[in-house]
């Protein structure tokens, strides 16, 4: 149990173009959904945490108009990352939490985006 | 301000051998304590500890928890490279309750044949 789906797993765009990674929990329903950035060598960097329904809280130093989030439904949220650039490169990981064990979150496989 | 740190930062070592892995924190309102493993993707969830002096075990790999001294160690006995990945530990935010995790900066551990 507690599977989450990631995807896409890699990514390569141009700069300027925008990119959408979905994030589905598979088998229970996620009432917290949590985006994050890693970069080489480096821990897990928090970007945004955001509920089903509701508008998604942005972590200082994010730019909410840069990476948009969407939690439509208690098992997808989407990050979209608008006008990439090469600087966006990186590795962005998706995380949900149930409403049972709120303190426990259950990682995607991570997106690689590269922005030529 | 909520913090995490671990120790060491990287580790090598042999098949075999025993690892103790540690992480210590600082956070109002303690609630529990999360270890993650992270090999090439995403991490995947090893323990939650709540609780003092109680061992958490699977397989080779055993957590516990000190809240006197504000600390967690994570054994690996009998290692093998599979084991090989960055260990992560990691606390529910303090002041706030929506889930929010505090990450340390991880051990990267590398099992040599």
């Known amino acids: 149990g507690a599977v989450v789906s990631q995807h896409p797993s890699w990514v390569i765009c141009k700069s300027g173009t925008s990119v959408k990674i979905e994030c589905r929990s598979l088998?229970?329903?996620?009432?917290?959904m949590f985006w994050y950035r890693q970069f080489p060598k480096q821990s897990l960097m928090l970007m945004a945490t955001?509920?089903?329904?509701?508008?998604?809280?942005?972590e200082q130093g994010v730019e909410k108009d840069k990476f948009l989030i969407n939690h439509a439904s208690l098992t997808l949220s989407t990050l979209t990352v608008t006008s990439a650039h090469p600087e966006d490169s990186s590795f962005y990981i998706c995380?949900?939490?149930?409403?049972?064990?709120?303190?426990?979150?259950?990682f995607g496989a991570g997106t690689r985006l590269s922005v030529l | 301000e909520d913090k995490v740190v671990q120790s060491p930062l990287s580790l090598v070592v042999h098949e075999g051998d025993t690892v103790t892995l540690n992480c210590s924190y600082e956070v109002t309102n303690f609630r529990s304590l999360l270890w993650y493993k992270q090999e090439k993707k995403a991490p995947t969830f090893l323990f939650m500890l709540t609780s003092s002096g109680i061992e958490k075990k699977s397989g080779r790999l055993s957590s516990i928890l000190d809240k006197k001294e504000l600390s967690s160690i994570l054994n690996i006995t009998a290692t093998q490279t599979g084991d090989s990945a960055i260990y992560l530990c990691?606390?529910?935010?303090?002041?706030?309750?929506?889930?929010?995790?505090?990450f340390g900066q991880g051990t990267t551990l590398q099992v040599k044949p």
């Open positions: 955001s509920n089903e329904g509701s508008k998604a809280t942005y």
């Open positions: 990691a606390v529910p935010h303090g002041s706030s309750n929506t889930g929010k995790l505090i």
């Open positions: 088998d229970f329903q996620a009432t917290t």
């Open positions: 995380s949900a939490s149930d409403s049972f064990s709120k303190n426990i979150q259950y």
